[in-house]
């Protein structure tokens, strides 16, 4: 259960009352995103993506100028353990598709692969915004992001 006092501290900010996470920090996610979606046709950034770093949720957040972030960092340490477990595996998964799919664009493009390059920058693009919304919906309580059929079922 959580303590009420960070309920009423998190109020106002985009701190979740219910997993005491936050969403933003998948905006440091959202470069990855970006880039994978755009060296498909511009090749030349695999050097940007390379350069990319992967920092953990206190990384992300000290290195923010949120105005939140210091409370963001404190209420990690103390979000439910099962949710924060499913947010950090969540989180792992992320980074090692992003580490994954750098090292095989590489070798793709070094063999000259042009076509396949393109494909798999774009799948895994979508595949690390997917992951992305269902690091969300971890935050928010659910199980998964929400797929359109249920999407649509909540307005008949």
């Given at each position: 259960?959580?303590d009420?006092d960070?309920?009423?501290r998190?109020?106002?900010?985009?701190?979740?009352?219910?997993s005491?996470?936050?969403?933003d920090?998948?905006?440091?996610?959202?470069?990855?995103v970006?880039l994978?979606?755009?060296?498909?046709?511009?090749?030349?950034i695999?050097?940007?993506?390379?350069?990319?770093?992967?920092k953990?949720?206190v990384?992300?957040f000290q290195?923010?100028?949120?105005?939140?972030?210091s409370?963001?960092?404190?209420?990690?340490?103390?979000?439910?353990?099962e949710?924060r477990e499913?947010f950090?595996?969540?989180?792992q998964?992320?980074?090692m598709?992003?580490d994954?799919?750098r090292r095989?664009?590489?070798?793709?493009w070094?063999?000259?692969?042009?076509?396949?390059?393109?494909?798999m920058?774009?799948?895994?693009?979508?595949?690390?915004?997917?992951?992305?919304?269902?690091?969300?919906?971890?935050?928010?309580?659910r199980?998964?992001?929400?797929d359109?059929?249920?999407i649509?079922a909540?307005?008949?």
């Amino acid at each position: 259960m959580i303590d009420e006092d960070y309920q009423a501290r998190v109020a106002g900010t985009n701190i979740d009352p219910r997993s005491l996470l936050s969403t933003d920090y998948f905006n440091h996610f959202n470069e990855a995103v970006m880039l994978l979606g755009m060296v498909a046709d511009m090749p030349e950034i695999l050097d940007d993506l390379d350069r990319w770093q992967f920092k953990s949720y206190v990384e992300h957040f000290q290195d923010s100028s949120l105005g939140f972030a210091s409370l963001a960092i404190e209420c990690y340490d103390v979000a439910p353990a099962e949710t924060r477990e499913r947010f950090d595996r969540a989180v792992q998964q992320m980074g090692m598709l992003i580490d994954e799919t750098r090292r095989q664009l590489r070798q793709i493009w070094e063999q000259g692969e042009v076509d396949r390059f393109k494909e798999m920058a774009r799948i895994n693009s979508m595949e690390l915004q997917g992951m992305m919304d269902d690091g969300a919906a971890i935050v928010h309580g659910r199980a998964r992001a929400l797929d359109q059929e249920s999407i649509d079922a909540l307005f008949p």
